[in-house]
């Protein structure tokens, strides 16, 4: 009877619960635990990877058993063992990538990074350098993050111009840190084909900090012919203090921009920079913008076209100026002076309205034509 009723106990239960898992990790009960791996709760299966991962007295030889979960590579059991330190422990995972039919394989390669064991780091390196699926090739890219191999570096850099679009992006992302890379970042930025790869590694490029990001940072937001490129171009100097960067701020903001988003991004841009001179600029380019992008319709509020609410969000104290020389420098579209004389007065100055053809309720759109006058 003893015998019988001790069977029993030792027992592998059918369905355990996190809290299960943990009475049978306190009862160094492995068996359990491994069922947890099996369970239909995506939660369960990985609160049970994880302590069996930090278990080290424990064999782990379910955890290698229980990889795939409904005929697939499971991502919560992978997730759960992220913090596995040896090989010894989920090696196997990396076993997991030499099947060509698994199922998105290029996800089980961005799962496995998570994996700082040496066999899967090893098995990741072969996937980013020969997987017939570039897709899985260029998930496979960031294993070399912080790599101090001058072999992996250069095979990178030399990457950039060699290889497929997705690989070359997800190159740029490792060489950001890689001060021998800046050469090839700096080149791919200014000549390559592709717009999101040039401003992929632009971005690269500005992290390292090369003397001359300025100039380049500079002819990209001005001169790229990809409206993508400049508007990344103008968003990653948001931060920026440097003159000559501020002054080619200016610059770009005094010529005229066909694309809106390029347009929202300048405006956001100078409206956050903490430089002084950012404020200068807003204030200084009103009249530029309206005569340049209001013309036939109303401004809406807030939208890329209404200038003078970034620079009221940047610097309210200086609005009624700003606007107030915005209103008497003149030469605006009906719309445009209509849009002028609304925003000052609304800072608290006099201003008369034109009469615009447009929307009922606007300022000035009450039909027929009319002059704008300098409120008394």
């Known amino acids: 009877m003893l015998f019988l009723l001790s069977a029993c106990v030792s027992m592998e ?128 890219v960031p294993v070399f993050t912080g790599t101090k191999d001058a072999a992996e570096v250069t095979l990178l850099a030399e990457g950039l111009g060699t290889k497929p679009v997705p690989w070359a992006v997800a190159a740029s992302k490792v060489l950001a840190s890689q001060p021998a890379a800046a050469p090839a970042l700096r080149s791919v930025a200014t000549t390559h084909a592709d717009a999101g790869l040039r401003a992929a590694a632009l971005d690269a490029y500005r992290q390292l900090k090369p003397e001359d990001f300025g100039q380049v940072v500079c002819d990209a937001m001005m001169k790229d012919a990809d409206p993508g490129v400049r508007q990344a171009a103008v968003a990653m100097v948001k931060s920026t203090r440097d003159d000559a960067i501020l002054g080619c701020l200016r ?12 347009r929202l991004t300048l405006l956001q841009t100078l409206a956050k920079a903490g430089a002084p001179k950012a404020a200068d600029i807003l204030c200084e380019v009103v009249p530029f913008w309206v005569r340049t992008y209001v013309k036939d319709t109303p401004v809406q509020e807030e939208s890329v076209d209404d200038v003078l609410w970034y620079q009221n969000d940047r610097d309210f104290e200086r609005s009624y100026a700003c606007a107030e020389s915005a209103y008497k420098a003149g030469g605006y579209s009906c719309w445009g002076r209509a849009y002028v004389a609304s925003r000052f007065k609304e800072f608290g100055g006099k201003a008369s309205f034109p009469r615009c053809p447009g929307a009922p309720g606007t300022p000035g759109a009450s039909g027929g034509g009319g002059e704008i006058t300098f409120g008394e």
Request: charged letters at 30%; one cysteine or more.
């Open 13 to 140: 239960p059918s369905f355990v619960s996190k809290g299960d898992i943990d009475k049978a990790i306190g009862r160094r009960d492995e068996a359990a635990i491994c069922v947890g791996l099996r369970m239909k709760e995506a939660e369960t299966r990985s609160y049970a990877a994880e302590k069996l991962v930090s278990m080290d007295e424990l064999s782990t030889t379910c955890l290698c058993e229980n990889l795939k979960f409904e005929g697939r590579w499971d991502a919560s059991v992978l997730e759960g063992a992220r913090k596995v330190k040896d090989d010894g422990r989920a090696a196997c995972a990396a076993a997991l990538l030499d099947d060509p039919a698994a199922p998105e394989r290029a996800a089980l390669a961005t799962a496995l990074l998570d994996l700082k064991i040496p066999t899967v780091r090893a098995r990741l390196v072969t996937a980013a350098t020969s997987d017939a699926d570039p897709a899985v090739a260029a998930a496979a």
């Open 251 to 262: 610059d770009r903001a005094f010529t005229e921009e066909p694309d809106a988003q390029v």
